[in-house]
């Protein structure tokens, strides 16, 4: 990719369009093959280093020193007196052999049997061989003999007696040793290859980045349609013809080594014998040579013990493997999580939050009415001309100077912000004579506005001053911009959608003021509703609407503050505040978010594959695990991740592009703000769930399962104990609704709950409710602590403890057949050099009877102790037969002459 872009709309040819080749659907041009061959012989250098640095690599030692904190000790040599002992020992075993040969070839006069008369004039030739060449029979390793062991002896013409083995013997010569690079290069070959992607791909966006949009668009789709047609024809035909060329021209099989190169050996390995051809495997000589030398060969059976123990470290080891495979493979995966989480959250956002609300809620730039002291109509109107409009704009120099930079950029008061489009007042009303009226009082009260709902929603324009007008004619609102906020517009049109303040739940539309293009103008626009009461008795909710941009952190923030009027009079403050990062590639880290994001999906469509295959081989048991159903709310949050990623990212450009075409018009972040908040709210319990699934990939360690073996031991207990806790708890909940409702604590039931539970944790104002009510509060706070905090809860912890309890003794009787971590320490020690050196156990020296069974085995064990057992007893009647003679002097037995009992 890296080179294919580097020539994409180069002209190779100078203009001249020489000629193209059709074949079928393909067409390949003059040009097209020049840019395929300078691509090859760009990434050809990087490709060939990286791969020898593979090949050419020895293949790693049993063990490694990487601190070289202790050499390695050569092995300690014999010493003369210790190899002539050696000698001695084996000419006797020699030696006893040819007495007993010798013996034979008397007594049945076989040729075969007959020895040689001395040891010097023992010679080695090599059947068939019919050359002079004569070798010194040597006591080495290098030839594979001791002493003759191995050899066929036949009788030569010349009366001499010759040994014949079943070795290859060749006239070539030995060849060079091949080059090999040290072991550590394997690294350095990985290092290369990650270094090598990284960067092409660096170089790769660097040059699509300054293509342009439409230009890197169509290099993309034209390389990926190049990719197809050279996976699918051009680089098998490639091949194929690399292929026959190389099996034509180049290789010559009459000049084919015959005797390839055997492996390598390790420090306890040796040849037994090297490779026959195929002409020696048709000789009968050879064949029965061959034979002898492995009838000859010390070849014993294994130990049993160290099978058993083989077999063991062996399971060990692919537990280990299967394990730090599985956990390196969801911390990657984890950690990916982990950066596309975090990565939507900037850790500036708090104070970025602080610096808006200091500018637009708190009145430090603009000294008006700050937004949390709104609780009239008159304070509403001197926050939003003393404090939210003048925020709107840049403000002027301290000595009179308009800012006109900042101002045509259209930053805010803190000059840190830029506001995107203008901001906007939304009001919501209800009908007047909405509520219903009790008949005693209808002839006192003659007007009655209700509680805000979708059935008392106005949705009905009207003319200046809420005067109703004749519907017949109508009135062009939208002409007159003094019109405008008079004229009912629904959610569509104002782009808005249901929203939640303190007191309910507020709906789409209403009627509109919008703000942020001229601040003379504005101003005599709120003076014109201020005069006109466009905020009055029927008015329920006003939302003051913007979105600023903050450059620096690139952070937008959407702001959507409320304030709800009362039916009794008033007003509530609502701040809503959101902090969004619309803009992920963004920055030096933007090509690392593209590989994260990407591998992300990778990771997503594997463990996806992995369910997928677990369902179709369990297929009804499959429901029956919650670890399953774990794992598929995992992959269902995943995957709504995904595709909310992708919606969040296609509404974010729809909506700056209608930015950049009307800049001077407000637009609306709500549903673009709702799409965030939905897609981080899957993103957290995401991470949660992922992040709790880790613990289960500590499970070879069975400390680490006792949470989960606790819970599931008190879990029945618990669930009885809620139920309880759940009663009494309401019980306390209604006492204190229905008494101390005055209070704000306890002003409605779910914030009734929310206080019970934090004065469980300690959280409580005694005085508070001593204040409302001097009897019941005094008497409500000792009986709830009575019942709730000193019984329940000590219940609750008990129904732990027990739990705990028996989840310890379980696991101190369960077979921990995964705790391997002193394996996987000693095996990491070992790779790294640092562990203590192994002493190796004396070997044992077991009998092995070839043929015997274990049930034999076991029976011919029972005999030998009954046996035992007999003549233990045979002993013990003789002492007592020999003491009762010593004391009372029987003489009708005789001393040395038992009574037998039992004979085995």
Not at 26 to 54: D, H, K, R, Y
Not at 661 to 671: D, I, K
Request: charged share 25%; hydrophobic share 40%.
């Amino acid at each position: 990719m890296m080179s294919n872009i580097f020539f994409y709309g180069v002209d190779i040819t100078s203009g001249s369009s020489g000629g193209a080749f059709v074949i079928g659907p393909i067409t390949i041009t003059v040009g097209q093959i020049c840019v395929g061959v300078i691509s090859s012989l760009m990434v050809f250098p990087a490709n060939l280093l990286v791969v020898q640095m593979f090949r050419l690599s020895r293949p790693p030692p049993e063990r490694i020193n990487w601190f070289w904190k202790r050499k390695k000790k050569a092995p300690e040599e014999k010493s003369k007196e210790e190899i002539e002992k050696d000698k001695e020992e084996r000419m006797d075993e020699k030696a006893e052999e040819e007495l007993q040969n010798q013996l034979e070839f008397l007594d049945t006069d076989n040729v075969d049997k007959r020895n040689l008369k001395s040891r010097a004039s023992r010679k080695v030739s090599f059947a068939p061989s019919t050359s002079n060449e004569e070798l010194d029979l040597k006591e080495s390793k290098d030839e594979g003999f001791e002493d003759g062991e191995g050899m066929d002896i036949k009788e030569g013409e010349d009366g001499e007696m010759k040994l014949v083995a079943g070795l290859k013997k060749t006239d070539k010569k030995k060849k060079k040793k091949k080059f090999m690079l040290p072991w550590g290069f394997v690294f350095v070959g990985w290092g290369a290859g990650f270094i090598t992607i990284g960067y092409a791909f660096y170089l790769t966006i660097q040059v699509a980045g300054g293509f342009g949009k439409e230009k890197a668009t169509e290099w993309l789709q034209t390389m990926g349609c190049s990719l197809i047609q050279d996976i699918l024809f051009s680089q098998p035909i490639k091949v194929l013809c690399l292929a026959t060329f190389y099996a034509l021209v180049i290789k010559k099989p009459d000049k084919e080594d015959e005797n390839p190169g055997t492996p390598l050996l390790k420090g306890d390995e040796e040849y037994i014998h090297e490779r026959l051809t195929e002409e020696e495997l048709k000789d009968p000589d050879k064949l029965e040579a061959l034979e002898q030398q492995k009838m000859m060969c010390p070849v014993k059976p294994p130990d049993l013990d160290d099978i058993a123990e083989a077999r063991d470290i062996r399971f060990k080891e692919m537990k280990m493997n299967s394990v730090l495979k599985e956990i390196w493979l969801y911390m990657t995966f984890l950690l990916i999580l982990f950066m596309m989480g975090y990565g939507n959250v900037n850790p500036d956002s708090y104070y970025i939050q602080h610096s808006v609300r200091s500018v637009f809620l708190n009145a430090d730039y603009n000294g008006g009415t700050s937004f949390g002291s709104i609780n009239t109509i008159p304070n509403f109107w001197s926050h939003v001309r003393g404090t939210f409009v003048p925020s709107l704009y840049t403000p002027d120099f301290d000595n009179g100077e308009p800012d006109l930079v900042n101002g045509r950029q259209k930053y805010i008061a803190d000059k840190s912000h830029i506001l995107l489009g203008t901001a906007r007042l939304r009001q919501l009303r209800v009908y007047d004579d909405s509520c219903k009226l009790q008949p005693v009082m209808e002839e006192t009260i003659h007007h009655c506005r209700d509680e805000y709902s979708a059935a008392d929603d106005v949705e009905i324009s009207y003319d200046i001053g809420w005067e109703e007008y004749n519907r017949t004619i109508g009135i062009e609102h939208d002409r007159d911009p003094y019109l405008k906020p008079w004229k009912y517009r629904d959610w569509d049109e104002t782009d808005s959608y249901p929203q939640y303040g303190k007191l309910t739940v507020y709906y789409g539309g209403g009627f509109v003021v919008e703000f942020g293009n001229n601040l003379e103008a504005d101003l005599e626009m709120l003076q014109f509703l201020e005069e006109n009461m466009w905020v009055d008795q029927q008015t329920r909710a006003v939302f003051f609407e913007f979105a600023v941009y903050n450059p620096v952190s690139n952070v937008h923030i959407f702001a959507m503050n409320l304030v709800e009027f009362l039916t009794v009079g008033g007003s509530v403050p609502f701040v809503s505040i959101r902090c969004m990062v619309l803009d992920h590639y963004y920055g030096v880290f933007a090509y690392f978010v593209m590989a994260a994001e990407a591998a992300f999906c990778l990771f997503l469509l594997w463990f996806l594959f992995k369910e997928a295959r677990n369902l179709k081989r369990e297929k009804k048991q499959y429901f029956k695990s919650l670890g399953n159903w774990f794992e598929m709310i995992t992959l269902g949050l995943a995957i709504g991740g995904v595709v909310g990623y992708f919606y969040k990212l296609f509404v974010s450009m729809r909506l700056m592009e209608a930015l950049n075409e009307t800049p001077n018009e407000f637009h609306s972040f709500q549903y673009l703000a709702y799409w965030d908040d939905i897609y981080m709210s899957m993103v957290g319990v995401l991470v949660f769930l992922a992040t709790i699934k880790f613990s289960k990939l500590l499970r070879f360690n069975k400390k680490m399962l006792l949470l989960s073996h606790t819970i599931s031991n008190f879990a029945t207990e618990l669930s009885m104990f809620m139920v309880m806790f759940g009663v009494v708890y309401m019980a306390f909940g209604s006492f204190c609704f229905l008494n101390f409702y005055i209070m704000y604590e306890y002003s409605n039931f779910l914030l009734t709950l929310e206080s019970l539970f934090g004065t469980l944790l300690g959280k409580f104002d005694f005085k508070a409710l001593v204040q409302a009510d001097r009897v019941l509060g005094p008497m409500f706070f000792f009986f709830y602590v009575l019942l709730v905090m000193w019984t329940l809860v000590n219940m609750f912890v008990a129904i732990i403890c027990d739990g705990f309890a028996r989840a310890r003794e379980a696991q101190a009787q369960m077979e921990n057949e995964l705790e391997i971590v002193d394996f996987m320490m000693d095996r990491f020690k070992q790779y790294t050099g640092t562990g203590e050196k192994r002493i190796k156990a004396e070997v044992k020296v077991h009998k092995y009877i070839e043929g015997v069974e274990d049930v034999q085995r076991d029976c011919d064990e029972m005999k030998h102790k009954l046996d035992d057992m007999v003549g233990r007893l045979n002993d013990f009647i003789v002492n007592t037969k020999r003491a009762d003679k010593e004391l009372f002097g029987d003489p009708d037995e005789a001393m040395g002459k038992p009574r037998v009992i039992y004979t085995g």
